[in-house]
């Protein structure tokens, strides 16, 4: 079963997404996934419109992929062009007969200046985010998964499923989690990104320098530190409590540096930043601000330590 017709396969698999398998159809199948843990990989793939949407943009890029594939001779190389062919091929069969089928509503919520903006998702998950904070999500799941695209920091409650995975696509990595609390920082402006685990466990998916695929996991208490440049994971304990404090209006941080932490404040509050003093910017703080619609609290705050030397000027914060 699991040297099927590459068109027998195809045959399936649009029968499939349009609910239409009759029951030895359906075993078919079932044997064909089960042949071999490759052919249920690429029956998940194939069972997401998104995936498909994708592959189907990737027609041509397939395409000479498998000529210099085919010269290489390799059986892994051989495999992939396989499967890879089968997904161009299937999308766009399917654009022709289904045109309708991954023309799924995408929805892109922002959070408020100033704010912190909650969601459910299709599933039952929660989501809340922080000020500039960006969530794009299907108005309605795939069968086979749970995938939405997320930039800014956001902390996730993801409604329990272990059938299909749930995936935050955070460019400089994925999280991919069944039902769990974590909380994410990736904007796209910063040399890291960070994924604090707060209850559950989750994996870290991302590829390194070489473009090789590589998975950390996580476990409750564990903080994953990315670094964009590098392209390298690192995977420490640390009280992750404080990661999603800004939730209830409280941003705290423990042993940031001034710079690091007036970044978090302008995010917050639409502010420019200015630090004249280079000195100053890597002084490391430990502490809590109260997050709210006046920026001269926060200000007043840094006075003790920078006396006369941290100002507001309309929409910049400067350090003299």
């Known amino acids: 079963m699991e040297n099927i017709g590459i068109d027998r396969v195809k045959q399936l698999l649009l029968l499939h997404l349009m609910h239409d398998l009759d029951e030895n159809q359906e075993k078919e199948l079932d044997d064909w996934r089960k042949a071999s843990d490759e052919n249920e990989e690429l029956f998940r793939r194939m069972s997401d419109p998104n995936y498909l949407s994708r592959r189907h ?75 500039s904070s960006s969530i794009t999500y299907p108005e309605r799941f795939a069968k086979e998964s749970r995938e939405v695209s ?26 991919k989690v069944t039902g769990t609390k974590f909380d994410i920082k990736s904007y796209r402006d910063d040399k890291q990104a960070l994924a604090a685990l707060i209850e559950g466990e989750v994996a870290i998916l ?18 994953s530190i990315f670094d964009k440049t590098s392209r390298t994971n690192t995977v420490v ?13 409280v941003y705290s941080f423990d042993s940031e540096t001034l710079e690091n932490i007036l970044r978090e404040v302008c995010r917050y509050y639409g502010y420019n930043l200015i630090v004249a003093d280079s000195c100053i910017k890597d002084k490391v703080l430990s ?20 006396p006369g030397r941290i100002k507001l000027e309309s929409d910049t914060i400067i350090i003299q």
């Not at 499967?83 to 045109?99: D, E």
């Not at 299909?164 to 460019?171: G, L, M, Q, S, T």
């Not at 070489?210 to 409750?220: E, L, N, P, Q, W």
């Open 57 to 131: 943009q990737d027609y041509l890029k397939v395409l000479e992929s498998g000529r210099s594939a085919s010269e290489s001779g390799g059986k892994s190389r051989r495999f992939l062009w396989w499967a890879l062919g089968l997904a161009a091929a299937a999308a766009i069969a399917i654009a022709v007969l289904v045109p309708g089928l991954w023309n799924v509503k995408m929805i892109t919520v922002n959070a408020p200046q100033k704010g912190i903006a909650s969601l459910v998702l299709p599933d039952g998950s929660k989501v809340w985010m922080k000020s």
């Open 150 to 175: 997320f930039t800014g920091e956001g902390y996730f409650e993801v409604s329990d499923d272990y059938s299909i995975p749930f995936v935050v696509d955070c460019d400089a990595f994925k999280v």
């Open 206 to 223: 991302y590829a390194d320098s070489t473009g090789a695929d590589k998975v950390d996991k996580m476990v409750g208490g564990d903080l």
């Open 237 to 249: 304990k640390s009280n992750t409590s404080i990661y999603s404090s800004w939730i209830g209006g």
């Open 287 to 306: 502490g809590r601000l109260q997050m709210g619609d006046d920026a001269e609290n926060i200000i007043s705050a840094f006075q003790d330590f920078l």
